[in-house]
């Protein structure tokens, strides 16, 4: 089965400071992976997306993210973040080889906090 | 303006009266999901549909109904509410579903006393 896991329920940082936001995750097959991010009263946004290819993902708003197949993990990271990054993060799974029928699976979500 | 619009943002409501939330998309997106979003759970999938007149139920699917008579439309019914209903709802859709992200819907608030 597929799942989804983000250690972290929180995690702080100073603004300027590089930030890492972790999820690990199980499927059967290769998998999909993405980040999206929540601000209050809103829905979900998309941020990045591995399918294949280099393990390194850019996306939006200087966010990437590394895939890293040994270790099951796609952990999202920023060089230098900011204020108006605080937010609630969700890494999400899809089993390439189990589409039909298959949700997005979900981690938990990580709530980002950058103090000035 | 690509959007996923969703009809009310807020309700509170009562045991078992019947209530149903609007999900409307204009991107022509085939896909269509429904999730409930709850603390210390992430979101789950209650329903999903594949494209007009097929819809499936995804994890967490008691309580809740469906229909996709048209592309855009995806509602979700309550037949009868129940307190543990209570949740913070997402409609969202994809193009397919692949690996094409989804576009989120901004949130239905329900409440039922």
């Known amino acids: 089965a597929q799942s989804v896991a983000q250690p972290e329920d929180q995690v702080n940082v100073a603004e300027g400071n590089p930030l890492t936001v972790k999820c690990t995750y199980s499927?059967?097959?290769?998998?999909?992976l993405f980040w999206y991010v929540q601000y209050p009263n809103r829905g979900l946004q998309f941020l990045l997306k591995?399918?294949?290819?280099?393990?390194l993902v850019k996306g939006s708003y200087g966010f990437e993210a590394e895939f890293n197949k040994s270790q099951t993990s796609f952990h999202l990271k920023k060089p230098s973040a900011l204020v108006s990054d605080s937010a609630l993060y969700f890494c999400a799974v899809r089993d390439y080889y189990n589409q039909a029928g298959t949700a997005l699976i979900f981690g938990k979500g990580t709530t980002l906090s950058v103090s000035s | 303006e690509a959007q996923v619009t969703q009809n009310p943002r807020y309700l509170i409501t009562v045991t078992g009266k019947k209530l149903t939330v609007t999900c409307s998309q204009n991107m022509n997106h085939e896909y269509m999901s429904w999730y409930r979003q709850d603390p210390g759970l992430g979101l789950r999938q209650i329903y999903y549909?594949?494209?007009?007149?097929?819809?499936d139920k995804g994890d967490v699917p008691e309580g809740y109904k469906v229909s996709r008579k048209e592309k855009r439309n995806f509602p979700l019914i309550l037949e009868s509410p129940s307190p543990n209903q209570t949740s913070l709802y997402f409609c969202?859709?994809?193009?397919?579903?692949?690996?094409?992200?989804?576009?989120f819907g901004d949130g239905t608030r329900l409440s039922i006393l």
């Open positions: 591995y399918i294949t290819g280099d393990n």
């Open positions: 969202a859709s994809s193009l397919s579903l692949g690996n094409q992200p989804q576009h």
């Open positions: 549909s594949m494209n007009v007149e097929v819809t």
């Open positions: 499927v059967s097959g290769n998998p999909y």
